[in-house]
């Protein structure tokens, strides 16, 4: 969808440390890439950082954007583009009319939304949902699927729905967010406090008995793969845990939406460590009190990035319901920005 569309989009990834502003048309990205500091303790200076890095695209385009659309964090009230109290953003506190501030100033329609939305967005629309059905159809598999479920990994717990190339935002704007889902370890904990950084780093600290609050999820990924002292095993299991708790809320959500899975975020690059706990606890059965077990879902979760899994899924009778879970192939920033192209241009079309 929109590979053939000639509108263009102004795109910007926004951090707390750097914001990288950009371009798209026809889901591909058309200019150099354009970085800037983003000043998160001073609103002026952020402000005038967003005018100057959205200046600086529009002026290297060969015609004029249609709209400006981008991720920005929560909490906020994104239909009206008003962000709220943000931790990395201090000087946003009170609330920002951040959307209002910018289609004064380039008098065009501005679309903002939270990364895991828009990372779901771009995986529906140009990313693992396509790919995947075209595979299955070149392996005859006669099946085509429309939903899809995006989760991030990073510094929160990210996620967002794709029901039929549409998302899923809700009445307030909190469709298909899970990072306050119960956790399934601490069920007077939010899943958020299992599956972030933070989380990495703490469950290490617990179980190699350590107190060491500079150590990186990237630290505790070389532990565990041997590339510097520590403790591997509470490394690997750090990723587990995480692994575990995502698995617990992915089932829930999966119950519901009935789609496919692909992960993303910064974390993700651990898929080895977390990938198999999460299968796991997708794969695994609740019982009755009459003592029969039954599986967690209703539906067989196929690992799509394993070709024999595939195969085998695809070829052999089986009366089973399935779905499919991957990583993205796209890469978690690009995904986030064709989503935030194709959410544009479908505001604009309604």
């Given at each position: 969808m929109?590979?053939?569309?000639?509108r263009?989009v102004?795109?910007?990834?926004?951090?707390?440390?750097n914001m990288v502003?950009?371009a798209i048309q026809g889901?591909v990205e058309?200019v150099?890439?354009y970085?800037?500091?983003?000043?998160p303790?001073?609103?002026?200076k952020?402000?005038d950082?967003?005018?100057?890095?959205f200046?600086?695209?529009?002026?290297?385009l060969p015609?004029?954007?249609?709209?400006?659309s981008?991720?920005f964090?929560?909490?906020?009230?994104?239909?009206n583009?008003?962000?709220h109290d943000?931790p990395?953003?201090?000087?946003?506190r009170?609330?920002?009319?951040?959307?209002?501030?910018?289609r004064?100033h380039?008098q065009?329609?501005?679309?903002?939304?939270?990364?895991?939305?828009?990372?779901?967005y771009g995986e529906?629309?140009?990313?693992?949902?396509?790919?995947?059905n075209?595979?299955?159809?070149?392996?005859g598999y006669?099946?085509?699927?429309?939903?899809l479920i995006g989760?991030t990994f990073?510094?929160?717990?990210g996620?967002?729905?794709?029901?039929?190339n549409r998302l899923?935002?809700?009445?307030?704007d909190?469709?298909?967010?899970?990072?306050?889902?119960?956790?399934?370890l601490?069920p007077?904990k939010?899943a958020?406090?299992s599956v972030?950084r933070r989380?990495?780093?703490?469950?290490?600290n617990?179980?190699?008995?350590?107190?060491?609050e500079?150590?990186?999820p990237?630290?505790?990924?070389?532990?565990?793969?041997?590339?510097?002292?520590?403790?591997?095993?509470a490394?690997?299991?750090s990723?587990?845990?995480?692994?575990?708790?995502?698995?617990?809320?992915i089932a829930h959500?999966?119950?519901v939406?009935?789609?496919i899975?692909?992960i993303g975020g910064?974390i993700?690059?651990?898929a080895?460590y977390?990938?198999?706990?999460?299968i796991?606890?997708l794969?695994?059965s609740?019982s009755?009190f009459?003592g029969?077990?039954l599986?967690r879902l209703q539906?067989?979760?196929?690992?799509?990035q394993?070709?024999?899994s595939?195969k085998?899924?695809?070829t052999?009778y089986n009366?089973h319901?399935?779905?499919?879970?991957m990583t993205?192939?796209?890469g978690?920033?690009t995904a986030?920005?064709l989503?935030?192209y194709a959410?544009?241009?479908?505001?604009?079309a309604?």
């Open positions: 929109y590979n053939h569309d000639n263009i102004l795109t910007l990834d926004a951090g707390g440390t502003f950009s889901n058309i150099e890439p970085c800037l500091p983003a000043y303790d001073d609103l002026q952020c402000l950082t967003l005018i100057d890095g200046t600086h695209i529009r002026n290297l015609k004029a954007p249609v709209a400006i981008f991720a964090p929560g909490p906020a009230d994104y239909k583009g008003i962000i943000l990395n953003f201090p000087s946003f009170g609330g920002v009319p951040l959307g209002p501030f910018l004064e380039f065009i329609p501005v679309f903002i939304n939270n990364d895991g939305n828009l990372f779901a529906a629309l140009a990313g693992a949902l396509p790919a995947l075209e595979r299955l159809k070149k392996m006669n099946k085509e699927y429309r939903n989760v990073g510094t929160g717990f996620s967002g729905v794709v029901i039929d899923l935002t809700g009445d307030n909190c469709g298909g967010d899970v990072w306050v889902f119960r956790n399934k601490y007077d939010i958020e406090e972030s989380a990495i780093t703490r469950v290490y617990e179980y190699a008995a350590v107190v060491d500079t150590l990186t990237n630290d505790i990924f070389r532990i565990a793969e041997g590339e510097i002292p520590g403790d591997r095993q490394a690997v299991r990723f587990a845990q995480l692994g575990e708790v995502a698995g617990d809320v959500l999966l119950t939406v009935d789609g899975i692909v910064g993700i690059g651990a080895k977390i990938m198999p706990a999460l796991g606890e794969r695994s609740l009755t009459s029969d077990n599986s539906m067989e979760v196929v690992d799509a394993d070709e024999d595939l085998q899924a695809t052999n009366p319901k399935k779905t499919f879970i993205t192939s796209l978690t920033s986030i920005s989503g935030a959410y544009a241009l479908h505001q604009l309604d």
